[in-house]
């Protein structure tokens, strides 16, 4: 699907969610119609019938009657563990697939990872260290993409520990976001 197709669903069972932007852990109910506005980094955002967005994570797929995404938006060649050294340039790019549910647009381009460092440890592996933002700090999704973005580098080969820190200052805005992204969302 498109970021910008809606499709109309019927839930098929109850179904944990997190209402967008207050960041409320809400259950869909069984049978409750929604629409399908985006599906980006593994996860779903949809319209509930009560009008609100709401993000589902993607191992609930089958309760909107669907496959669970894959959260990379295209396919890359994995280099096995064992062979596969620590690349700070994977870790951006891993941080690539963490979209903001309201926007198509994931949190790299968006501008709001202010600092991505990586620590070596004395075991050879590294503490990778982000400094992240939200575009308002009254968003409460700050604690669920940073969740994200936590769960997806510490996957990463070389990678033992992860910090996510939500910083507020300097406070983001548009000037942060790439050329690709407002190019997307016309705000040229």
Same mark, same amino acid.
């Given at each position: 699907m498109t970021p910008g197709g809606q499709i109309p669903l019927t839930l098929e069972r109850n179904c944990p969610a997190v209402e967008i932007p *207050?960041?409320?852990?809400? &259950?869909?109910?069984?049978?409750?119609? #929604? #629409?399908? #506005?985006? &599906?980006?980094?593994? *996860?779903? &955002?949809?319209q509930s019938d009560q009008g609100y967005l709401a993000r589902v994570a993607g191992a609930d797929a089958a309760a909107l009657g669907l496959d669970e995404p894959d959260p990379t938006e295209e396919v890359v060649d994995e280099v096995p563990a064992e062979n596969a050294k620590f690349d700070l340039e994977q870790v951006i790019e891993e941080l690539r697939t963490v979209f903001d549910p309201e926007i198509p647009i994931n949190v790299v381009e968006l501008g709001l990872v202010y600092a991505c460092d990586a620590l070596p440890l004395a075991d050879g592996t590294h503490?990778?260290?982000i400094k992240m933002s939200m575009t308002a700090p009254g968003c409460g999704m700050g604690d669920v993409l940073a969740d994200d973005a936590r769960a997806r580098v510490q996957a990463l080969p070389g990678v033992s520990e992860v910090d996510v820190e939500l910083v507020w200052d300097p406070p983001w805005d548009m000037s942060r976001m790439s050329e690709a992204a407002r190019l997307e969302l016309g705000m040229w």
């Amino acid at each position: 699907m498109t970021p910008g197709g809606q499709i109309p669903l019927t839930l098929e069972r109850n179904c944990p969610a997190v209402e967008i932007p *207050s960041g409320r852990h809400v &259950t869909l109910l069984e049978g409750e119609q #929604v #629409v399908l #506005v985006q &599906t980006l980094g593994g *996860s779903f &955002t949809i319209q509930s019938d009560q009008g609100y967005l709401a993000r589902v994570a993607g191992a609930d797929a089958a309760a909107l009657g669907l496959d669970e995404p894959d959260p990379t938006e295209e396919v890359v060649d994995e280099v096995p563990a064992e062979n596969a050294k620590f690349d700070l340039e994977q870790v951006i790019e891993e941080l690539r697939t963490v979209f903001d549910p309201e926007i198509p647009i994931n949190v790299v381009e968006l501008g709001l990872v202010y600092a991505c460092d990586a620590l070596p440890l004395a075991d050879g592996t590294h503490r990778v260290e982000i400094k992240m933002s939200m575009t308002a700090p009254g968003c409460g999704m700050g604690d669920v993409l940073a969740d994200d973005a936590r769960a997806r580098v510490q996957a990463l080969p070389g990678v033992s520990e992860v910090d996510v820190e939500l910083v507020w200052d300097p406070p983001w805005d548009m000037s942060r976001m790439s050329e690709a992204a407002r190019l997307e969302l016309g705000m040229w």
